[in-house]
């Protein structure tokens, strides 16, 4: 798959590309990324690519010619390498929020173009004509875009295949059947005691070896946590017929 960025700040994505997990779907091409200087296709000496608003106001707008042109070679340049036309996504805070579901239909789909917002943004004539999408990452604002194309292609690389060492670890995470994930311990099995207090140690189930039992107590952890945190989280699973007979059993027995 394909992600082609465009942005002001390309610089921002390095590091990205050279470390953990995104390193790995980067360099095994599970992920190809190609950034694109919105700056190189401006027509001016000043590479401006931003002007004031009609009607006054605040801020700048980012302008609609560098942007079309900008566009136009990244069609080229995926027609050039027999890829598809990708759609284009723009991230905004009034675009849909971002759930896992979206990430997952990402990750399952050739890719696309992700255009990253500076200033008040952009020019309403290009969002009118072009995007296909419009992406927030939450109610608050960013200084730009950068940051959610960087959690959308992180969040879309680790579904990849063969980008995570073990498979099944994202089938686990939270989201991915609707619930928020287990609590997690590891070594040692008892933290010594402090002055004025007890050892802390591992619930005795993750030490019994029945593993029958341990998958009951992690799925009695998710409903109980996502009952207390997130409770549209089990209605919307309740709808979709994804809890058993022995998960509702379970939550109502919690005192919420
Ligand atoms: C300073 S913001 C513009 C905010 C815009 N004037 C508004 O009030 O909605 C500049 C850019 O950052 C990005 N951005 C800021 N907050 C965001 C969010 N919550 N989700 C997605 N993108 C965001 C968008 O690309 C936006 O165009």
Known sequence: MRFDVITLFPELFAPFQSIG????????????????QLRDFADDAYRRVDDRPYGGGPGMVMLVEPLERALQAIHADQAAQGGPRLP???????GRPLTQARVQALADSPGAILLCGRYEG???RFVDAHVDEEVSLGDYVLSG????????MDAVARLRPGVLHDAASHQQDSFSDGLLDCPHYSRPEMLA????????GVPAVLLSGNH????????EQ???ITARRRPELIEAARARGALSKEDECFLKTLLL
């Open 21 to 36: 997990v995104t390193r790995r779907a980067f360099e095994s091409k599970a992920v190809d990324v190609r950034l694109w």
């Open 88 to 94: 284009v996504v723009m991230f905004s805070p009034a």
């Open 122 to 124: 952009v020019d309403q």
């Open 145 to 152: 875009g950068e940051l959610p194309a960087l959690t959308l």
């Open 193 to 200: 005691a402090e002055a004025d207090g007890e050892g802390r």
């Open 212 to 219: 029958a039992r341990i998958a009951r107590w992690r799925r």
């Open 222 to 224: 998710q409903l109980a």
